[in-house]
């Protein structure tokens, strides 16, 4: 049973930057086989697609509400999937989800059916 652990959020101000973390562990297969993804969910809103990215990184997908601040990233040998979060608002408050897809390959990354297995969530807080 694969087990995704997020950390690196807290209380940054507008304008500042996080960078959160996903470690991976307890799979059977290699974590190169998941597709991997950040999904969000503020107070009252559904769960959102914020990030994915494929098993070698050679697809990538933003909301278009983060595009060109945050980037996504995997190292596979860590077993670890990252978050940049750049320029933030008040907008990105939210609790932020790490997800696994345990088929590596399978399109589109933005959909949270795909998505078997999730982490616990790290608060990120954007004042103003």
């Known amino acids: 049973q694969l087990q995704l652990v997020e950390s690196g959020g ?14 991976a562990s307890g799979a059977s297969n290699p974590f190169s086989t998941y597709a991997m993804a950040w999904f969000r969910q503020a107070p009252g809103k559904e769960r959102e697609f914020v990030s994915g990215i494929n098993w070698n990184g050679g697809r990538i997908d933003y909301s278009d509400s983060v595009k060109d601040r945050f980037t996504i990233s995997r190292d596979n040998a860590r077993n670890t999937v990252y978050l940049q979060m750049d320029s933030l608002k008040p907008e990105d408050t939210a609790v932020y989800y790490c997800a696994a897809d345990r088929i590596a390959s399978r399109l589109p990354l933005t959909d949270l059916s795909h998505y078997d297995y999730w982490g616990q969530g790290t608060q990120v807080t954007v004042s103003s």
Do not use: D, I
Not at 10 to 23: H, M
């Open 10 to 23: 807290g209380l940054v101000q507008t304008g500042g930057s996080l960078r959160l973390s996903c470690a």
